[in-house]
């Protein structure tokens, strides 16, 4: 069972139960994963190029690619075909993490050169069930306003840090379903 948290705004007193008072516009502290949501939740694809989502499949594409693809040309005939199965499984491995930088890759050049830019409210943060380093990282709620009416976006920042303000807006830029935060967003290219 959800369980809503009911306070009243430290600025104007009113009844609330979201993190941004609906009447005053002031944070009002209320954790983000006991507010209520105001408003539908739509499917988010964060368009990031980080360490976790592109360097570190990268690594694993060459390391495992060398040892898939290059390391049994490199061995006597017979002794890889000893080991064929195991070099069939590196690269397999290889390929696989290839195609995952190059699906954030092909995502944020989407973004980049397709993306409409516009602006979000920060709401709030809540834990993701990514760890680094032992904590976990950050999902940053977001509300924008799309034809429908205002929206709610639950962005995976793959950061322990939650770098933007509360009540803050940001840019953002939205390709179909893929966002990407434009101001202070990291990039590795």
Do not use: H, W
């Not at 104007?12 to 979201?18: E, L, R």
């Not at 190059?102 to 980049?112: E, G, P, R």
């Not at 380093?133 to 306003?145: E, L, M, R, T």
Request: charged share 15%; net charge negative; with cysteine.
């Amino acid at each position: 069972m959800e369980v809503i948290e009911k306070t009243n705004c430290p600025n104007c007193g009113a009844p609330i139960t979201t993190e941004i008072c609906p009447y005053c516009n002031t944070a009002t502290g209320i954790k983000t994963a006991t507010a209520n949501m105001e408003y539908p939740v739509i499917e988010c694809k964060e368009a990031n190029l980080g360490f976790f989502n592109t360097v570190f499949p990268l690594i694993f594409a060459v390391s495992f690619g060398f040892f898939g693809f290059v390391f049994p040309f490199l061995l006597s005939e017979e002794d890889a075909s000893e080991v064929s199965l195991m070099f069939f499984a590196f690269g397999l491995i290889g390929i696989i993490a290839l195609l995952i930088t190059l699906y954030n890759v092909a995502k944020y050049l989407l973004v980049k050169i397709n993306g409409k830019e516009i602006e979000g409210i920060v709401y709030g943060y809540m834990s993701d069930n990514m760890l680094i380093n032992g904590n976990p990282a950050q999902i940053v709620k977001i509300k924008i306003d799309t034809d429908e009416g205002p929206r709610f976006i639950l962005y995976q920042t793959g950061d322990i840090k939650q770098p933007y303000a509360i009540n803050g807006t940001i840019k953002l830029k939205v390709y179909k379903n893929i966002f990407r935060i434009e101001n202070g967003a990291k990039t590795y290219f």
